[in-house]
């Protein structure tokens, strides 16, 4: 075997196009259904390898975080853990017995320079067949990414549309008197530390390749504009002078960027370029607070939050800034932090209502407000990048500080992800890298 670079690589599928084809049998389940799928320890044919036991773990986490599965209880498996008998060589029976419709096996061969091949398998156990399969190479390090892929596939398989896992999320995390930029997988695995600034870094969001941050900091006591290199953990400045600027948000196309600047009892909306230059003010200095810009997903329209008329509302515009109109039609005077979701057809953010924050969403036109939380406090919404879901600051009802959790767009399935001592607040949904 060839030494393998420090990427993941998808070998190739491992069935014909005629069992490929198969795949179009399976139906979708309705709304509020789960479909039953077991993850058994894989077979670890040669070698050394956490990979047998780890790889159905983080599948099973990935699946119970998309609320569309129910994971089987290992404790109800009937076959032996680990087993090793080939992608044919079992009893379906022992399957159905515990109520599972999808069943994922596969073959673990590590060698002892720390590399390993994958081979995993998705079968139906009703139609008593295998569905898909795939193979993949890495290194030990890898396992998360190869668990992740072939989650997605399952996801695809399921749903017509791959799933988001091994995406990561961006927040701000308080330490001490501090807060600090973080990162982790979607899932609340693998956090990192990107700043210690002993400052306020705030406000972070992803460019579109996924590997930098723009971020808000007080590190010159003043709120700056700052990028930050994900691998690299360096940061540089964009913003310098007196105005004040929190936030901002890359163009879908990368080349601008939307933020709100703040002076004395004014906050207008303005579009800089990668240097921090003004190219256009898109909101008038007319003595009312314009903050939390968003794009829509052709850059062609900016959703944002705004006291022009009185307490603070939403309102969407032109990206030339023409044709600003309210969207937030719901029963409360203080609505604020918009974002647009990557289809464009729905717009979260958040009211006060219920004596609290909830996270409401909304179409481009204002119409059809739902509301999908109802107790605590629950702030800062961002999308994931397919749309399906969303993750929000949120006290759980507790009011002992924020965690980070992860919710359905409909307000299904919530999920908690961090549980900071500090609290985590403001995360942002990194993109889909291949």
């Known amino acids: 075997m060839q030494p393998m670079k420090n990427i993941l690589i998808a070998i190739f599928s491992l069935l014909s196009a005629s069992l490929a084809?198969?795949?179009?049998?399976?139906?979708?389940?309705?709304?509020?259904?789960?479909?039953?799928?077991?993850?058994?320890?894989?077979?670890?044919?040669?070698?050394?390898?956490?990979?047998?036991?780890?790889?159905?773990?983080?599948?099973?986490?990935?699946?119970e975080l998309s609320g569309y599965f129910e994971v089987l209880n290992p404790g109800s498996y009937v076959e032996t853990p680990g087993k090793c008998a080939g992608p044919d060589g079992f009893a379906y029976s022992d399957w159905s017995v515990i109520g599972a419709e999808g069943l994922v096996r596969g073959v673990i061969t590590a060698t002892s320079q720390g590399t390993l091949t994958a081979q995993l398998y998705l079968?139906?156990?009703?139609?008593?067949?295998?569905?898909?399969?795939?193979?993949?190479?890495?290194?030990?390090?890898?396992?998360?990414?190869?668990?992740?892929?072939f989650a997605n596939e399952i996801m695809r398989f399921f749903t017509g549309k791959a799933g988001i896992f091994g995406t990561q999320i961006s927040f701000s995390s308080r330490i001490g008197r501090f807060k600090e930029i973080f990162v982790m997988d979607m899932d609340g695995s693998n956090v990192r530390q990107l700043t210690d600034e002993k400052s306020l870094a705030l406000s972070a969001s992803w460019d579109r390749s996924g590997k930098s941050l723009i971020y808000t900091s007080y590190r010159r006591r003043m709120p700056d504009l700052f990028t930050l290199d994900i691998a690299s953990r360096r940061s540089r400045q964009?913003?310098?002078?007196?105005?004040?600027?929190?936030?901002?948000?890359?163009?879908?196309d990368g080349t601008k960027l939307l933020t709100s600047v703040s002076q004395s009892q004014d906050s207008d909306i303005v579009l800089i370029n990668s240097q921090g230059q003004v190219v256009r003010r898109l909101t008038s200095q007319?003595?009312?607070?314009?903050?939390?810009?968003?794009?829509?997903?052709?850059?062609?329209?900016?959703v944002f939050c705004s006291n022009r008329s009185g307490g603070p509302q939403i309102y969407v515009m032109d990206a030339s800034g023409a044709n600003a109109h309210r969207i937030s039609f719901v029963s409360s005077s203080?609505?604020?932090?918009?974002?647009?979701?990557?289809?464009?057809?729905?717009?979260?953010?958040v009211c006060r209502a219920d004596s609290g924050f909830q996270i409401f969403v909304t179409d481009p036109q204002g119409a059809n407000p739902l509301q999908l939380t109802s107790v605590g406090d629950n702030e800062d919404p961002d999308w994931s990048p397919d749309g399906r879901y969303l993750v929000f600051a949120t006290t759980f009802g507790k009011r002992q500080g924020?965690?980070?959790?992860?919710?359905?767009?409909?307000?299904?399935?919530?999920?908690?992800?961090?549980s900071a001592r500090g609290g985590d607040y403001q995360p942002s949904w990194g993109p889909v890298i291949p």
Not at 238 to 252: K, Q
Not at 404 to 412: K, V
Request: glycine share 8%; hydrophobic share 35%; aromatic share 8%.
């Open 123 to 149: 079968h139906d156990v009703q139609k008593q067949r295998i569905v898909f399969g795939k193979e993949y190479e890495g290194d030990e390090s890898q396992v998360p990414r190869i668990a992740h892929k």
């Open 402 to 418: 924020f965690s980070l959790a992860l919710m359905r767009s409909d307000g299904s399935n919530m999920k908690q992800l961090t």
């Open 334 to 349: 203080y609505c604020t932090s918009p974002r647009w979701a990557p289809e464009g057809d729905k717009i979260a953010f």
């Open 238 to 252: 964009i913003t310098t002078g007196s105005d004040l600027e929190i936030g901002a948000r890359f163009s879908h």
């Open 21 to 63: 084809s198969a795949q179009t049998d399976i139906y979708i389940r309705g709304a509020g259904k789960l479909f039953p799928i077991a993850l058994p320890q894989l077979c670890l044919q040669v070698g050394d390898s956490a990979a047998s036991r780890e790889i159905p773990r983080i599948i099973a986490r990935d699946l």
């Open 286 to 302: 007319n003595g009312a607070i314009d903050v939390s810009p968003d794009w829509s997903p052709d850059d062609s329209k900016v």
